[in-house]
């Protein structure tokens, strides 16, 4: 899960292992999470720490035999951060007043600035005043970087807050300096950089947690799935009830255009529902008396009262919304690039303004304008940027993915899906729908038509439970065909079923070999098929041909894999005749028939061994070893819990097409996260040398260095506007 290495100091040995998360305040960038990280990793009762700086959420797996929450939020205190229970966070959505106040006392300085554009001083404030603004903003609003900075350097790893506050105190300090050695200095005093250094950093992190916490992550919106207030049965009437009133067993009624409270099962009524934020899928789903209906579903049509079974945390909504935090609060491999850089940033950034100062006044330039090019330095070099450009990328891709029917177990599990080049396919439940139906009927006699045969078929099969016998008694119901008493049913194992019908004779049903046809499938179209034969009196009337049928959109699925450059396996424990008949029809790039779960493990580690980054779609539990084998894994929706709790997602709903969206939406991910580092780079790249040539001032860095971490935000929230498939190709349902 996490990119972090195991304390050295834990033991398993008789530990009570807690995993919790907790919000965290007080972090500028990511050098803040990466010394919380070190910090706790230190603590010999702690197993692993991992700070997403995106999300701010701290994910601990700590030894509740040695320590407890509030030791673990007394720990990160001590590191300058506030860290409070995931129940207890308090997402702030209005614009803070203390912002409100700097930005107003701001204000002047923004007026005299305004005036010297036009070459006038008039506008500009007595040297006095600007003095006591300035010291007011520095002494009270950059407390917080003192604080922030002191408590930094005593954790052994500088933050963005030392940039700001060794920028914002030279500043202020050089022109307190200048103005009190000489009274009348007004154009050589630069209170109003200071001023606005900080208010733009102050703005610029309002606006980046905003952004975060109200655009990129999906939770806020998955919440609002669920409607406040529910009709609820008491003693024969409807009653409006708060939803946190609402238990298990309760009777609640929605009707045309509500939202499903709960999970629950439909007691009476029919409705046609939209579960489109569970399975991703855009089918209205019709919904009959005994039918499951999910909390946050919408009714478009009909009316129904349903009984509630699971409420909140407990329902399929809440399952969604706690994986997708839980797995949000992760992190991918590829933010180590972000924790190694954050670690010897600052100080290259420090040495860097020192350079800057130094050769810019040994060239020529004035001390103050030497100054203002090295505080000018520190203030555009900040890596807030850098840090979000992994975890930004992150919540935004799960969320999409979410919506998409595809559950993430976290980063890892997404970066990894961003990079395979083959998939491999198991058959059964994944590829086809697991029901076999009858595909081919064929008459032995011109005594009986295949009608006649598939009845007396039925009659016989109704009284077996195996797969192939229960579709016969389907295809039979299907057609209205009577079915006939059976007497003296007589099975052997393996074989088939012998029965008597009165006016018919002795009936056989089973294998060819069972009813006299040991060399039947000599014709080629007979070869993908599951035979069973009839029999009357020993002698063969019918056989049928039944073969599980292939979900729909598996042609289309199939063909835009093959698209992007992914190759395809299929690897089943079936015939390898059937195995073949599948792939021929989809143009599967290979396929490998009677494989036991050992030899699907053996496979891939051959495919890994070769190069390749391999992905194992599956849903059985003879699939779980070769999804543990994999790089990345799916589960597709009704797959088994071993299967599910083995693989990197969860893939929702029947449809094929989520093993589509999981790793486009993964490899969308993994090119977002690379843009955003050109992001965060080149604002660097580019602002660090302007500033040390004094065409950028501390303001404008201030401003560039706020840009840099919108622009990265603004980029990773474009992963949230994706069209994965075309309308055309969503609806597309043609079965083969």
Same mark, same amino acid.
């Given at each position: 899960?996490?990119?972090?290495?195991?304390?050295?100091?834990?033991?398993p040995?008789?530990?009570?292992?807690?995993?919790?998360?907790?919000?965290?305040?007080?972090?500028?960038?990511?050098?803040?999470?990466?010394?919380?990280?070190?910090?706790?990793?230190?603590?010999?009762?702690?197993?692993?720490?991992?700070?997403?700086?995106?999300?701010?959420?701290?994910?601990?797996?700590?030894?509740?035999?040695?320590?407890?929450?509030?030791?673990?939020?007394?720990?990160?205190?001590?590191?300058?951060?506030?860290?409070?229970?995931?129940?207890?966070?308090?997402?702030?959505?209005?614009?803070?007043?203390?912002?409100?106040i700097?930005?107003?006392?701001?204000?002047?300085?923004?007026?005299?600035?305004?005036?010297?554009?036009f070459?006038?001083?008039?506008?500009?404030m007595?040297?006095?005043?600007?003095?006591?603004?300035?010291?007011?903003?520095?002494?009270?609003?950059g407390?917080?970087?003192y604080?922030?900075?002191?408590?930094?350097?005593?954790?052994?790893?500088?933050?963005m807050?030392?940039?700001?506050?060794?920028?914002?105190t030279?500043?202020?300090?050089?022109?307190?300096?200048?103005?009190?050695?000489d009274?009348?200095?007004?154009?050589?005093v630069?209170?109003?950089?200071?001023?606005?250094?900080?208010?733009?950093v102050?703005?610029?992190?309002?606006?980046?947690?905003?952004?975060?916490?109200?655009?990129?992550?999906?939770?806020?919106?998955?919440?609002?799935?669920?409607?406040?207030?529910?009709?609820?049965?008491?003693?024969?009437?409807?009653?409006?009830?708060?939803?946190?009133?609402?238990?298990?067993?309760?009777?609640?009624?929605?009707?045309?255009?509500?939202?499903?409270?709960?999970?629950?099962?439909?007691?009476?009524?029919?409705?046609?529902?939209?579960?489109?934020?569970?399975?991703?899928?855009?089918?209205?789903?019709?919904?009959?008396?005994?039918?499951?209906?999910?909390?946050?579903?919408?009714?478009?049509?009909?009316s129904?009262?349903?009984?509630?079974?699971?409420?909140?945390?407990?329902?399929?909504?809440?399952?969604?919304?706690?994986?997708?935090q839980?797995?949000?609060?992760?992190?991918?491999d590829?933010?180590?690039?972000?924790d190694?850089?954050?670690?010897?940033?600052?100080?290259?950034?420090?040495?860097?303004?020192?350079?800057?100062?130094?050769?810019?006044?040994?060239?020529?330039?004035e001390?103050?304008?030497?100054?203002?090019?090295?505080?000018?330095?520190?203030?555009?070099?900040?890596?807030?940027?850098?840090?979000?450009?992994?975890?930004?990328?992150?919540?935004?891709?799960?969320?999409?993915?979410?919506?998409?029917?595809?559950?993430?177990?976290?980063?890892?599990?997404?970066?990894?899906?961003?990079s395979?080049?083959?998939i491999?396919?198991?058959?059964?439940?994944t590829?086809?729908?697991?029901r076999?139906?009858?595909?081919k009927?064929?008459?032995?006699?011109?005594?009986?038509s295949?009608e006649?045969?598939l009845?007396?078929?039925?009659?016989?099969?109704?009284?077996?439970?195996?797969?192939?016998?229960?579709?016969l008694?389907?295809?039979?119901?299907?057609?209205?065909?009577?079915l006939?008493?059976?007497?003296?049913?007589?099975?052997?194992?393996?074989?088939?079923?012998?029965g008597?019908?009165?006016g018919?004779?002795?009936?056989?049903?089973?294998?060819?070999?069972?009813?006299?046809?040991?060399?039947w499938?000599?014709?080629?179209?007979?070869?993908?098929?599951?035979l069973?034969?009839?029999?009357?009196?020993?002698? *063969?009337? %019918?056989?049928? !041909? /039944?073969?599980?049928?292939?979900? +729909?959109? =598996?042609?289309?699925?199939? $063909?835009? &894999?093959?698209?992007?450059?992914?190759?395809?396996?299929?690897?089943?424990g079936?015939?390898?005749?059937v195995?073949d008949?599948?792939?021929?029809?989809?143009?599967?790039?290979?396929?490998?028939?009677?494989?036991?779960?050992?030899d699907?493990?053996?496979?891939?580690?051959?495919?890994?061994?070769?190069?390749?980054?391999?992905?194992?779609?599956?849903?059985?539990?003879?699939?779980?070893?070769?999804?543990?084998?994999?790089?990345?894994?799916?589960?597709?929706?009704?797959?088994?819990?071993?299967?599910?709790?083995?693989?990197?997602?969860?893939?929702?709903?029947?449809?094929?097409?989520?093993?589509?969206?999981?790793?486009?939406?993964a490899?969308m991910?993994?090119?977002?996260?690379?843009?955003?580092?050109?992001?965060?780079?080149?604002y660097?790249?580019?602002?660090? *040398?302007? %500033?040390?040539? !004094? /065409?950028?001032?501390?303001?404008? +860095?201030? =401003?560039?260095?706020?840009? $840099?971490? &919108?622009?990265?935000?603004?980029?990773a929230?474009?992963?949230?506007?994706?069209?994965?498939?075309?309308?055309?190709?969503?609806?597309?349902?043609?079965?083969?």
């Amino acid at each position: 899960m996490s990119n972090k290495s195991p304390n050295p100091h834990f033991s398993p040995e008789q530990v009570h292992e807690i995993t919790e998360q907790f919000a965290i305040s007080g972090m500028t960038c990511q050098s803040c999470a990466t010394r919380i990280e070190k910090v706790l990793s230190k603590k010999s009762a702690i197993h692993q720490a991992t700070v997403n700086f995106a999300t701010e959420v701290l994910q601990i797996s700590y030894d509740a035999n040695k320590t407890d929450r509030d030791e673990v939020m007394a720990w990160v205190a001590k590191a300058g951060f506030e860290a409070v229970p995931m129940a207890d966070r308090q997402d702030q959505q209005k614009m803070p007043w203390d912002l409100i106040i700097l930005w107003g006392l701001s204000l002047p300085f923004w007026v005299g600035m305004l005036g010297m554009l036009f070459g006038s001083h008039a506008l500009m404030m007595p040297v006095w005043i600007q003095f006591a603004l300035a010291s007011v903003v520095q002494v009270v609003f950059g407390a917080r970087f003192y604080l922030g900075a002191w408590a930094s350097i005593r954790g052994g790893l500088a933050n963005m807050d030392v940039l700001v506050a060794l920028g914002t105190t030279a500043i202020w300090a050089y022109s307190s300096y200048v103005w009190l050695t000489d009274l009348h200095a007004m154009h050589m005093v630069y209170f109003e950089a200071s001023v606005m250094v900080i208010a733009f950093v102050r703005l610029g992190k309002y606006l980046e947690h905003r952004t975060k916490t109200q655009s990129l992550n999906s939770l806020g919106l998955l919440t609002q799935l669920i409607p406040t207030e529910v009709n609820r049965r008491i003693d024969g009437q409807w009653v409006k009830t708060n939803i946190d009133h609402i238990e298990v067993g309760d009777v609640l009624l929605a009707n045309t255009g509500d939202k499903i409270a709960v999970d629950g099962v439909v007691k009476s009524g029919f409705g046609v529902c939209n579960e489109s934020h569970l399975t991703g899928e855009s089918l209205l789903i019709d919904k009959h008396i005994g039918d499951m209906v999910y909390a946050g579903s919408v009714l478009s049509d009909g009316s129904i009262e349903y009984q509630a079974a699971a409420t909140g945390a407990k329902t399929q909504l809440g399952d969604m919304m706690s994986a997708l935090q839980d797995a949000q609060g992760t992190k991918a491999d590829i933010a180590r690039f972000a924790d190694k850089v954050a670690a010897v940033f600052v100080p290259v950034v420090v040495a860097l303004a020192m350079v800057s100062f130094m050769a810019n006044y040994l060239l020529g330039a004035e001390f103050d304008i030497a100054l203002m090019r090295g505080v000018a330095v520190l203030v555009i070099a900040c890596p807030c940027a850098l840090g979000l450009a992994t975890p930004a990328a992150i919540m935004a891709g799960m969320g999409t993915a979410a919506r998409h029917g595809v559950w993430f177990k976290d980063a890892v599990s997404l970066e990894s899906a961003g990079s395979i080049d083959s998939i491999i396919f198991d058959k059964t439940g994944t590829l086809t729908l697991g029901r076999p139906s009858v595909q081919k009927i064929q008459s032995l006699s011109d005594k009986m038509s295949e009608e006649q045969a598939l009845g007396l078929t039925a009659s016989i099969e109704q009284y077996a439970s195996h797969p192939l016998a229960n579709a016969l008694v389907e295809a039979a119901k299907d057609k209205n065909l009577p079915l006939y008493e059976v007497s003296d049913i007589q099975s052997t194992t393996g074989q088939g079923l012998i029965g008597y019908i009165d006016g018919i004779g002795w009936l056989k049903v089973g294998t060819p070999k069972f009813i006299g046809l040991a060399s039947w499938q000599t014709e080629d179209h007979w070869m993908d098929a599951s035979l069973v034969g009839l029999a009357v009196d020993d002698v *063969p009337m %019918a056989i049928f !041909g /039944l073969s599980d049928t292939l979900k +729909a959109d =598996a042609h289309s699925i199939i $063909s835009r &894999i093959h698209h992007d450059g992914i190759e395809t396996y299929l690897m089943s424990g079936d015939r390898q005749s059937v195995v073949d008949g599948v792939a021929n029809q989809l143009g599967i790039t290979a396929a490998f028939g009677q494989m036991s779960p050992r030899d699907k493990l053996s496979a891939i580690e051959t495919l890994k061994s070769q190069g390749k980054t391999v992905a194992m779609v599956g849903d059985g539990v003879n699939d779980a070893p070769a999804m543990a084998a994999a790089h990345a894994s799916f589960a597709v929706g009704g797959a088994t819990d071993v299967a599910k709790h083995t693989a990197s997602a969860r893939l929702l709903g029947e449809s094929l097409s989520h093993v589509f969206y999981a790793y486009r939406i993964a490899r969308m991910t993994l090119t977002n996260i690379k843009q955003n580092f050109f992001f965060a780079l080149v604002y660097n790249c580019i602002g660090i *040398p302007l %500033a040390a040539i !004094g /065409l950028l001032n501390p303001m404008m +860095a201030a =401003a560039a260095m706020a840009l $840099s971490s &919108i622009s990265v935000l603004l980029n990773a929230m474009r992963l949230k506007r994706v069209q994965l498939m075309p309308r055309e190709a969503q609806s597309d349902r043609s079965v083969s």
